[in-house]
């Protein structure tokens, strides 16, 4: 199974929840086709929730930084989400972890961007 | 003795592998003689082993099985006609039978060809058309040439020869489709001699023909109200234009795909030729496909064959550059150890002695195989350079860093670079990589320090941190291929479990506990392990 990706927008923020598998040559490029289209909406606030990708190679964690990295560059501020416990290992080890902006949960991402508070706390 | 092939389907269409190896290897991995990508076949899925006239088939302990005419096997004998399924009932079928490339696939045409001939009377018209020996002659001397894995050009050559002399027309031009576009393969005249395509040669009437979906077009252009507006052919006098499109076989799966077409003109009224001379038409049109089908797949696969056989020329200078003989120094023994899972890999590493200390290198370039290969041997050449050089550590990592970042490659690679000192000090700097273990006794510590990996972020810093080692200690440098092993039920061997096996073994030994924990599957990604033994 490949990387599914499910658009949604609260608040002015746009949410991609990524599920699946990001791995060269199907997830991958399905992810940074995702951002790249919801850069093209202009949008500065974008929460990556990847609660459901049980699996990401070394070719996955290159794409995710590219459109981390592409998406900076615009001038949109970008924050990663639940990040699986190997995932997340995976972002200390490689030091990824000081570049990106990391949340436990999605509210909290969504949050961090301005003075939203979460209507049920 | 013929050879015999095995045909499918795949996304490229239909295919026809000879088996003319003693073995032929199919499955996922791209490293195989046949790559199959369906889901439930393994990566080294099963071999066809070639014995003299003798084939058999031999599972290689796939996971999901090989399947002969429904039935699971380790090991049969194939008969011709077998049809063979990899990794389920559901799989698409492999047919083994007779080579019908070259042989069959000829043969086929010339016999069709010739009963059409003896049904039919000679066409007439103002050439005389050519003796039915002659045709025969020609079929016979295509089907050598298709024998010979003869070239596309001699097929598309010698059916403008029979076509024209059958028709007695004046020009003939074969076009074939290439980046989904018509373009002239050759064109030749009745008199023999080459002609090139001109403004007279009607574009329209091509693609008239082709979205017609007919075997074959016939426009009298004094006749069609439509070919008046066709002011170059008009001007021209020609008067009959013949389209014939190259349709490959249909099959149950795929419908008739276009290859070409075959066009001829002449100034020659269209009424000149009867029904009849229709029927010969319509059947040197599929017989032409079907011909010109074959040397495509034989020219197709001769290409394969060329960059299978360069590949292997391209591994074995990978790994003699990936082979370094080790330097021992009177402080310092090396032991290290590389397994691909592919023919070649990204994982790479590397030792210089200079006089005052010992510089290694460990490194996993993203991704596998030989895209992964070509940027491990660049950086190798890099990092040697720069340990030559006497640069410092992180001026190596930025530098490695700014390499893969402005090149654009889509790589990055995670390294371990490190000098010991004769008295035990420790410089390293680990980017992004698996940590470091320091072995004394049956104790291991991590190298906790790391960096960022190189190739990713343009605006990195790097560091370096410091360590002593203990004479007798030993320190570790594996790359995640062994961390990220995997057992059949899916459980990682992970750093713990690494730490848990390294005291007190060797490099070698160590790599046996990760392959036989991932056993029985082969290593999911290149393996290396490294280790340096101080004092």
């Known amino acids: 199974m490949s990387a599914k990706i499910n658009i949604r927008h609260m608040e002015g923020v746009t949410v991609l929840e990524v599920s699946g598998r990001i791995v060269l040559g199907d997830g991958g490029v399905t992810s940074r086709d995702s951002v790249q289209d919801a850069l093209k909406t202009g949008t500065r606030k974008l929460v990556v929730d990847m609660g459901g990708v049980n699996y990401m190679d070394s070719a996955g964690l290159g794409e995710l930084t590219n459109a981390y990295t592409s998406a900076k560059a615009r001038g949109c501020d970008v924050k990663l989400a639940r990040l699986t416990r190997r995932l997340d290992d995976l972002m200390q080890i490689t030091k990824l972890a000081t570049i990106f902006d990391i949340y436990p949960d999605e509210m909290e991402a969504v949050a961090s961007f301005s003075n939203y508070q979460p209507a049920v706390r | ?535």
């Not at chain 2, 290689?60 to 049809?83: C, M, W, Y």
């Not at chain 2, 069609?224 to 349709?247: E, N």
């Not at chain 2, 000090?425 to 906790?448: A, D, K, M, W």
């Not at chain 2, 392959?515 to 290593?523: I, K, Q, W, Y």
Request: glycine share 8%.
């Open chain 2, 1 to 535: 003795m013929d050879v015999m092939v095995l045909k499918y389907s795949d996304e490229n269409g239909q295919q026809t592998i000879a088996l003319d190896r003693e073995t032929t290897s199919i499955g996922r991995s791209p490293d195989q003689h046949i790559v199959l990508h369906d889901r439930g076949v393994s990566r080294c899925h099963a071999m066809i082993l070639r014995e003299g006239s003798v084939y058999s088939v031999v599972d290689q302990q796939s996971t999901h099985g090989t399947f002969l005419n429904g039935a699971r096997i380790e090991r049969a004998v194939l008969k011709p006609g077998d049809l063979l399924q990899l990794g389920s009932l559901n799989a698409p079928g492999l047919h083994f039978q007779a080579n019908s490339v070259s042989t069959s696939g000829a043969h086929s045409s010339v016999s069709t060809l010739l009963s059409s001939l003896s049904e039919l009377r000679r066409p007439v018209g103002p050439r005389r058309p050519a003796h039915e020996l002659e045709q025969l002659n020609w079929l016979l001397r295509a089907a050598r040439q298709l024998n010979q894995g003869g070239a596309i050009d001699d097929i598309v050559l010698g059916l403008l020869h029979l076509t024209l002399e059958l028709t007695g027309l004046e020009r003939g031009l074969v076009f074939l489709q290439k980046d989904g576009q018509m373009r002239l393969a050759r064109g030749l005249s009745a008199d023999g001699t080459s002609v090139d395509e001109d403004s007279t040669i009607s574009r329209r009437a091509m693609s008239n023909a082709i979205q017609s979906g007919s075997q074959f077009s016939v426009s009298d252009t004094q006749k069609d109200g439509m070919a008046l507006d066709w002011p170059s052919v008009m001007d021209k006098g020609i008067r009959s234009i013949y389209c014939i499109p190259l349709r490959k076989p249909a099959s149950a799966k795929e419908p008739g795909q276009l290859l070409g077409l075959l066009y001829l003109d002449s100034q020659i009224g269209v009424g000149t030729l009867t029904e009849v001379d229709h029927r010969l038409l319509e059947a040197i049109a599929t017989e032409a496909a079907a011909l010109v089908d074959h040397a495509l797949l034989a020219d197709e696969e001769l290409k394969a064959r060329q960059a299978r056989e360069e590949l292997i020329v391209a591994a074995d200078i990978h790994r003699g550059l990936m082979s370094i003989a080790l330097p021992q120094l009177p402080y310092a023994e090396i032991h290290a150890r590389t397994i691909p899972c592919f023919a070649i890999g990204g994982d790479f590493y590397d030792a210089v002695a200079l006089d005052d200390c010992l510089c290694v290198a460990i490194a996993d370039v993203s991704g596998k195989g030989v895209s992964a290969a070509i940027v491990a041997a660049t950086l190798q050449g890099i990092i040697h350079s720069q340990f030559l050089a006497r640069q410092s550590l992180p001026e190596i990592a930025a530098l490695l860093n700014h390499f893969l970042c402005t090149r654009k490659v889509g790589k990055y690679a995670t390294t371990v670079l490190l000098k010991l000192f004769p008295n035990g000090r420790l410089e390293y700097i680990n980017c992004g990589h698996v940590q470091p273990l320091v072995i004394s006794g049956t104790e291991v510590r991590s190298l906790e320090e790391s960096n960022l990996i190189v190739g990713l972020i343009p605006t990195a810093k790097y560091a370096s941190s410091g360590y002593t080692l203990c004479p007798g200690e030993r320190i570790l440098l594996p790359t995640d291929g062994l961390t990220e092993a995997e057992d059949r039920d899916g459980r990682v061997f992970g750093e713990s479990g690494l730490i848990a096996c390294v005291p007190h073994r060797t490099v070698d030994e160590v790599l046996e506990d990760v392959l036989r924990f991932s056993a029985p599957s082969p290593a999911q990604d290149d393996c290396t392990l490294l280790e340096v033994k101080y004092g």
